[in-house]
């Protein structure tokens, strides 16, 4: 029999997610004592923080990617560069990020994943960084990696995800989310989200989502300390559709999402709940489970997104049941390099078609009278 379309990359990129997670839930601990935070946090250029976990994850996952598939032809679009870590003054931070990787690698086979012979040299962790440089674009398959999104919630003990997709072609193929801080309703674990048990049982904390394009289905697993889980769960969209009782989700940070335009749009479409301020990728993955119904996201007019901060999320939710398209109602476009060109206003991701329809309607309705 003919083996499963892109059944080991999906392997892979799971197995994979698991791994940076676990390596990310380690560096996070540590980032909360007091003592040593300083040190493991360095400020971008544009003051947004990286950390051990950002270089560190970025290293595992593009060296287990070009072990698997080999290096030569591999293409990987993802956001940290080697430049600051190489830099002479930064020599303890790289020794930081270097025990974290080798760390997190020598777990490697209790993941299914291949294992450095011996622990990877400083030289060859800024050149598995560094090799992450592609810029995407129209033709051939590129791996689409966030290592840290949300850096900031990392940083606060907050919510982030790891977040890797693969596109070919400009489409996205698949995409995995770790989700190390995500409350899991146990519920949804054992039976599947909305199982309309109508309990309110207890949660638990982290997990990994995925889907491949076209498969009409988006699994989820819980992120188990030290290996691989056994089970994965469907996930399935809110099947809510008035917004009554619908939760909308947007960024914490009000310089990355107009919040008073939500706002008025909300409003205006008769939501009642307040909105569920969540960092990161997280937002999409509140929508697969049905947690949520909407994520809006209302950047400066500026400001250009990127295709690592959406690519594993959108295929995610849709593959769960969702709609995710601009503020125009078009489709996200992945296929023009390292930004969405062309983005209509915002981004609107629902659990449905009804509620988009809605929110686009609200959209056009309110744009007009927006600062925006
Ligand atoms: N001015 C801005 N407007 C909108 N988004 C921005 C932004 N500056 C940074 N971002 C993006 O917003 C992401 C965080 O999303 P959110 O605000 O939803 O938590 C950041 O990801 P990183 O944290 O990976 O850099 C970054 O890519
Ligand atoms: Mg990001």
Known sequence: MAEEFLATEMDTAV??????????????????????????????????PVTVADWGVQAIVSWV????????????????????????????LLG??????????SEASTYGLPKPDKPLGTTEILEAIGRCSSVGGPKGRHWVLDPVDGTLGFVRGDQYAVALALIENGKVLLGVLGCPNYPV???????????????????????????????GQAWMQPLIPGGYPESATLLKVSSVDDPVLATVCE???????????????????????????????????????????????????????????????????????????????RNLDFSKGVYLEGLDRGIIACSGQVLHEKIIGAVYASWESSSL
């Not at 698997?68 to 993802?78: D, E, P, R, Y």
């Not at 599947?192 to 048990?197: A, I, M």
Request: overall charge neutral; aromatic content about 4%; glycine content about 10%.
């Open 15 to 48: 197995r994979v997610v698991h791994l940076a997670s676990s390596l990310c839930v380690k560096v996070q601990d540590k980032l909360r004592l007091p003592s040593s935070t300083n040190g493991h946090v360095k400020s971008k250029d544009d003051d947004s």
């Open 65 to 92: 990617l070009a072990q698997v598939f080999g290096g030569q032809n591999l293409s990987i679009v993802a956001e940290e560069d080697t430049e600051s870590l190489s830099k002479a003054e930064s020599l303890g």
């Open 96 to 105: 930081a990020v270097s025990s974290a990787v080798n760390e997190a690698l």
């Open 185 to 215: 309703k146990k519920e949804c674990l054992s039976n599947g989200c909305n199982s309309q048990s109508g309990a309110a049982g207890s949660v638990t904390k982290g997990c990994v989502m995925y889907a491949k394009r076209g498969s």
């Open 251 to 329: 960024p914490v940070e009000r310089a990355n999402s107009n919040h008073l335009f939500t706002a008025g749009l909300t409003n205006s479409m008769g939501v009642r709940k307040q909105p569920m301020r969540v960092y990161s990728m997280v937002k999409y993955a509140a929508i697969a489970c049905g947690d949520a119904e909407v994520f809006m996201k209302f950047a400066q007019s500026s400001y250009k997104e990127k295709i690592w901060d959406h690519a594993a999320g959108v295929v995610i939710v849709e593959e769960a049941g969702g709609v995710v398209t601009d503020a125009g109602g």
